[in-house]
């Protein structure tokens, strides 16, 4: 649908393959990052959410790394299915504020 | 729970006429967010309230824009008068403790 960017950066994935999506966070005072998923149509779903004092946090199929020294969020899926198609965001906050920053957005696409 | 609410889920209007966009929250929670999204910008935070009370409308564009919010369980986005530019998708969302939004499916508008 027409509510996700046709410039966003796409990371194409073989079905079955695991899918890596990578962001860079902008405030280094930011200690809370959540990553949302953004099907066509519909508004973005929270999928999974890591503190600054953790690096590493797991989910059903999914896991989030934080690399604060380079300020650095990935999301890694693991066996990627059909169902994972959609645009991917990583949004960051502080756990002092009450407004989270969405960063652009990563489109992924499974290939058959 | 229904999630939150949003309506309508598409408006065509003319430019100069005034819309208004509908939310309503999930039960219980105490924060509500109204964002905008749009292939040039992403999803931006245009206001946001914490039990009924705007705290920041500084990503309201202008003086067109106003939001309310009367009681816990209701707030609206309204544009006066419209303008193409303003076409997008916009979204609300409510939290517990500005943790872990929820957001409603969008309202997509068309300014012609």
């Known amino acids: 649908g027409e509510s996700v960017g046709l410039h966003l950066p796409t990371l194409s994935v073989q079905e079955g393959d695991n899918s890596i999506i990578n962001c860079a966070y902008s405030n280094s005072a930011s200690d809370y990052f959540i990553w949302y998923k953004q099907e066509s149509g519909k508004g973005p779903q929270f999928i999974i959410d890591i503190r600054s004092n953790m690096d590493k946090r797991q989910g059903q199929r999914v896991t989030v790394l934080l690399n604060k020294t380079v300020k650095h969020l990935s999301l890694q899926i693991a066996a990627t299915q059909p169902g994972d198609s959609a645009v991917y965001f990583c949004?960051?906050?502080?756990?002092?504020?009450?407004?989270?920053?969405f960063g652009k957005g990563t489109r992924l696409h499974i290939l058959p | 729970d229904a999630g939150v609410i949003q309506s309508p889920r598409h408006e065509v209007t003319e430019m100069g006429q005034e819309v208004t966009l509908r939310c309503k929250p999930i039960?219980?929670?105490?924060?509500l967010f109204w964002y905008r999204q749009t292939m040039m910008r992403g999803l931006e935070l245009l206001i946001y309230?914490?039990?009924?009370?705007?705290?920041?409308d500084s990503g309201m564009p202008e003086d067109r824009f106003s939001a309310k919010m009367p009681n816990a369980s209701f707030s609206t986005l309204k544009i006066q008068p419209s303008e193409p530019r303003d076409s997008a998708v916009y979204f609300c969302?409510?939290?517990?403790?500005?943790?872990?939004?929820?957001f409603g499916s969008g309202t997509r508008l068309t300014v012609v």
């Open positions: 309230f914490n039990n009924n009370v705007p705290i920041d």
């Open positions: 949004a960051e906050t502080s756990l002092r504020d009450d407004k989270i920053i």
């Open positions: 969302a409510s939290s517990e403790r500005a943790r872990g939004y929820t």
């Open positions: 039960s219980g929670h105490d924060y």
